[in-house]
């Protein structure tokens, strides 16, 4: 199984950054592709970026202003996934979700973390 916490969320004034966290532990070699997410109040969740294999892809809504990138543990058991956000919006404002897909033995399952607020307000 996989569990996904995230972290570094909060209230910023537009313009500002925020560098969101998604500690991932569990059966970290049956994950690959991990991404972002996130959901306004009365919005469906939508993505935000996701990683692969190195490989990336950007909302348009965030391309340019938001990094996403993935560090290992060098003994398989963690993974961080980041979320670099630049020049906040208060449309950037929402619960961010940390989302990784199982391969392999958990081929077919996705799992989800509780979420971490992003709130740009001046």
């Known amino acids: 199984q996989v569990q996904l916490v995230e972290s570094g969320g909060g209230v910023v004034q537009p313009g500002e950054s925020l560098r969101l966290s998604c500690t991932a532990s569990g059966s970290m070699r049956n994950i690959g592709l991990m991404a972002w997410y996130r959901q306004a109040p009365g919005n469906e969740r939508e993505l935000v970026a996701q990683i692969n294999d190195g490989y990336t892809r950007y909302s348009d809504s965030v391309l340019g202003r938001f990094t996403i990138s993935r560090d290992f543990a060098t003994d398989g058991a963690k993974s961080v996934l980041y979320l670099q956000t630049r020049s906040l919006k208060p449309e950037d404002t929402a619960l961010y979700l940390c989302?990784?897909?199982?391969?392999?033995?958990?081929?077919?399952?996705?799992?989800w973390g509780q979420g971490t607020q992003v709130t740009v307000s001046s």
């Open positions: 989302h990784a897909r199982g391969i392999k033995t958990l081929r077919g399952r996705d799992y």
